[in-house]
């Protein structure tokens, strides 16, 4: 059972171009989030698909910020116009559906915005 | 709304030594969910335990230890005789109901662990 994989693993930006982040979960698992972590802190939700449907998003998702998941299977994050505050880590989990199954994270992906 | 408080920001031992990760919660659910994750240098979350807030047993696996006290909110973690390979940031998370159905976990800032051998 392969758990879930996210490339790149680090990423270098200058500020004001967008990236483009992809996670694959583990393959059994319909339910995919995306986090945020920043050094010193603990992940905070970013958003989540079940299937393909995006069901939930923070607020901490700016317009800046969309994610995909066409097919039901791995999923994109980009980040269009970055700016220095979305250096962070990223990170992806999944899980199965069914509210009492727990998430499996993703290494990251650590963005560098200069 | 949710909030997770992990008090301690660094703790260090010694090798051998048993240490005690605190985790209190709040949140207006009667039922939730409390996780642990530990994060080590790798970078990685890695699983270690969930709990369900109707079942305040403690649980004991090898080494780790978990004490749930739905009381005093806190839901602790015990590590007895100490590894190096202990040594990582340690997550208390929480999901409930009212957290878009139990889906998505509120996190705690993290206690980071060093064992010295």
């Known amino acids: 059972d392969t758990g879930v994989s996210q490339d790149p693993r680090h990423k270098i930006t200058k500020r004001g171009q967008n990236v483009t982040f992809r996670c694959d979960p583990i393959?059994?698992?319909?339910?995919l989030y995306w986090y945020r972590q920043t050094l010193g802190q603990g992940p905070e939700f970013l958003t989540y698909?079940?299937?393909?449907?995006?069901?939930?998003k923070s607020r901490l998702l700016s317009d800046r910020f969309s994610a995909e998941r066409p097919k039901g299977s791995f999923s994109t994050l980009e980040i269009q116009r970055t700016e220095q505050g979305d250096s962070a880590m990223y990170l992806c989990a999944s899980r199965k559906q069914g509210y009492h199954y727990e998430q499996y994270f993703g290494p990251g992906t650590r963005l560098t915005v200069t | 709304a949710q909030k997770v408080t992990q008090a301690q920001t660094e703790i260090s031992v010694v090798e051998k030594e048993d240490v005690t990760l605190d985790c209190v919660y709040e949140?207006?659910?009667?039922?939730?969910?409390l996780f642990w994750y530990k994060q080590p240098p790798s970078g990685e979350l890695v699983f270690l335990i969930r709990?369900?807030?109707?079942?305040?047993q403690n649980e004991i696996s090898g080494r780790y230890s978990w004490n749930f006290q739905k009381s005093t909110s806190s839901f602790n973690f015990t590590i007895t005789a100490s590894q190096v390979v202990d040594s990582a940031v340690y997550f208390c998370a929480l999901s409930g109901e009212k957290n878009s159905g139990y889906s998505t976990l509120t996190f705690g800032k993290g206690t980071m662990l060093l064992v010295s051998p």
């Open positions: 709990r369900n807030s109707f079942d305040e």
């Open positions: 393959s059994e698992h319909n339910r």
């Open positions: 698909f079940q299937n393909e449907a995006q069901l939930e």
């Open positions: 949140t207006r659910d009667t039922t939730y969910y």
